[in-house]
């Protein structure tokens, strides 16, 4: 499946100096912070939503705007977080913010080093998996549209209560007011800010210079730039001031703190994802049960049971019936094949196969279609109850009906391998009207000594 559009509604006009494709000057994604609510010895942005850790959707979203410089600014847990951009993202670079100072000391710490930037600054964060870059690409044509100094991502929720407020003149902005700060007239406002923006390069820079500790936390915060843009403290010739782009998916401005916000997040994306293969020509049974990670490929057809987890790069062909209680990762499962109350691991199950209940496949085995190839025939090839197979191949017809372990084996064409069998090494008896293997045969081998 493609990388999910959570979906703006607000669109734009094509840009008066710039066209769409052209990327900005930088985007800094802010993920120095504590996270302490998350009581975990793993940093918050590792913390996965969807099968990918928080960071990785930020910085895929902040790829969609083509930056020429992508930065990430770390610091508690900095050690975890760089051993995981090294390997996830080793093009992106990395700024320290050694004691947190607040949003607008990060941002300096992102800018520093990055000598004179043209165009536009990005600043978004790593907590927030949601945000697309579909979504940043329409802020900045916005942005580029109506030459504002900064533009504001927004959002219109139903109870804002701990957000800060925008306030407007009309299309401007005219100022941000914290929600402890604000009178009963602006805290009667449902528009809220979400923290990320679009900067002009060098209206940015002069803000961040100018900006004060002076204040009851005694940090330096990024808003403060974004009032000075509004009444006239920074200016930039041919620029604006203060705009706004409002999204109406309040879900791409909400960020995660606790696990409770966590598990919301992994429902609300986990709930698009599987509306988005229903609405594509997927059966989905109980859709509250079914999880499907956004790696996944289904084809049209496929039915999926209660307590279905799919997840990595698992592909499932036309006519696939998996469930109830099925786990496939990183598998291919092919046309009509079958799958009930079994875990499937970086495994081949073959055209019409039936697998299950209460197998394990484990990585490394393939299990074979009919022999008569690209015809849709009913094949014998089965794996049945209690059933585990590791690195091996089941050929054409081959069953292996319940109560076995094979590893590391080749179960020939035609061949049975009966209840209670432990096999591990190749078995190549043709199929005959007796099994190739009973409860008494290789009872020295362990199935545990190659798992």
């Not at 800018?111 to 927030?128: A, I, P, R, S, W």
């Not at 197979?389 to 064409?413: C, F, L, Q, R």
Request: with cysteine; glycine share 10%; net charge negative.
């Amino acid at each position: 499946m493609p990388h999910p559009n959570w979906g703006s509604t607000v669109t734009s006009s094509p840009s008066t100096d710039r066209t769409e494709n052209d990327g900005v000057a930088a985007v800094i994604v802010l993920a120095a912070g504590g996270g302490t609510r998350m009581k975990s010895s793993k940093s918050k942005l590792l913390h996965e939503v969807a099968g990918r850790p928080m960071l990785s959707w930020a910085i895929g979203a902040a790829r969609g705007l083509s930056p020429e410089h992508l930065v990430v600014v770390v610091g508690h847990r900095r050690d975890q977080v760089e051993a995981h951009l090294a390997d996830d993202a080793p093009d992106v670079t990395t700024a320290v913010q050694a004691e947190q100072k607040g949003t607008g000391h990060a941002v300096a710490c992102g800018l520093e080093g990055l000598g004179q930037l043209h165009g536009e600054v990005v600043v978004t964060y790593g907590d927030v998996p949601m945000l697309t870059g579909e979504t940043l690409q329409q802020m900045v044509e916005v942005h580029r549209e109506r030459r504002n100094l900064v533009t504001v991502l927004t959002a219109e929720v139903d109870d804002p209560t701990g957000y800060g407020r925008i306030l407007r003149d009309g299309e401007t902005v005219v100022g941000i007011v914290e929600h402890k700060d604000a009178d009963e007239a602006q805290r009667a406002v449902r528009e809220i800010n979400s923290g990320i923006y679009v900067f002009d390069a060098e209206a940015l820079r002069d803000g961040v210079s100018k900006l004060s500790n002076d204040n009851a936390q005694g940090e330096y915060y990024l808003t403060d730039v974004v009032t000075m843009a509004a009444d006239g403290t920074v200016e930039v010739p041919g620029r604006g001031r203060v705009g706004a782009f409002r999204t109406d998916d309040v879900w791409q401005t909400e960020g995660v703190n606790d696990r409770v916000q966590l598990a919301r997040m992994n429902a609300e994306v986990n709930r698009r994802i599987v509306t988005a293969w229903m609405r594509s020509g997927v059966t989905v049974i109980d859709p509250s049960s079914t999880w499907i990670q956004p790696d996944v490929d289904l084809a049209n057809d496929v039915t999926l049971y209660p307590d279905v987890f799919l997840s990595g790069a698992t592909t499932i062909a036309s006519g696939a019936t998996i469930g109830p209680d099925v786990t496939v990762t990183d598998s291919e499962i092919r046309e009509g094949a079958t799958i009930t109350r079994s875990e499937i691991t970086l495994a081949v199950v073959g055209e019409g196969v039936r697998v299950g209940p209460f197998s394990n496949i484990r990585p490394g085995s393939v299990l074979d279609r009919d022999a008569k190839v690209g015809a849709f025939v009913e094949t014998k090839n089965k794996v049945g109850a209690f059933v585990e197979t590791k690195n091996t191949h089941v050929g054409t017809e081959a069953a292996i009906p319940h109560m076995a372990y094979v590893g590391d084996s080749e179960v020939t064409a035609g061949s049975s391998v009966v209840a209670g069998s432990v096999l591990s090494r190749e078995c190549a008896a043709p199929a005959t009207d007796s099994d190739v293997m009973s409860d008494s045969q290789d009872d020295t081998l362990n199935p545990e000594a190659d798992q």
